[in-house]
């Protein structure tokens, strides 16, 4: 009997073991931090739908300690009063989101909306150059936004500024 309990533990001791040497199944690549990511208008039928944030395990895990150092510098400099300035963004995306659509004036775009560090950025289509500025110049209104990024289209047929569904080459 000694020998059998034993041999069960040997037996369940390797069988551990081997579950610790079986590789990890890979995790998608995708919004890995969990940016907010909206879609804000949408007067723009053929507008290339933006693929959003999108990142590989391997490149979250180098840019995790950037983002906690940009995170929390924003705190440290006293430009922000909260402690890590990604808390702003879930808060901050809906605000934008709510902004953009209730001026009316960008009804005819087709906009998306990523939120990083108090940073916006739009994706999608606008029908000028001058309605481009004029949205970015709005958004950087909104109370706490800290900078505003414009990848946007403004000529139909041209290839989008921005990376669309369905591409996953790695930022």
Not at 83 to 109: C, K, M, W
Not at 163 to 168: I, M
């Amino acid at each position: 009997m000694i020998g059998m309990a034993t041999g069960a533990r040997v037996l369940c001791a390797l069988g551990f073991l081997g579950v610790l040497a079986m590789p990890v199944s890979a995790q998608e690549a995708g919004n890995l931090f969990g940016d907010p990511f909206v879609r804000v208008t949408d007067g723009i039928p053929d507008c290339k739908t933006p693929r959003g944030p999108y990142i590989t395990p391997e490149h979250a895990r180098v840019q995790q300690h950037i983002r906690s150092q940009h995170g929390n510098s924003c705190y440290r400099s006293g430009r922000c009063r909260l402690p890590n300035s990604h808390l702003y963004d879930a808060e901050l995306v809906p605000r934008v989101q709510l902004y953009i659509r209730s001026s009316g004036r960008f009804d005819d775009t087709s906009i998306w909306v990523v939120g990083e560090r108090r940073i916006i950025t739009l994706l999608g289509c606008v029908r000028s150059k001058e309605q481009a500025l004029e949205l970015e110049r709005a958004v950087a209104l909104v109370d706490d936004v800290s900078n505003v990024i414009p990848y946007l289209a403004t000529s139909p047929g041209d290839p989008p500024p921005y990376r669309v569904v369905g591409d996953t080459t790695p930022d």
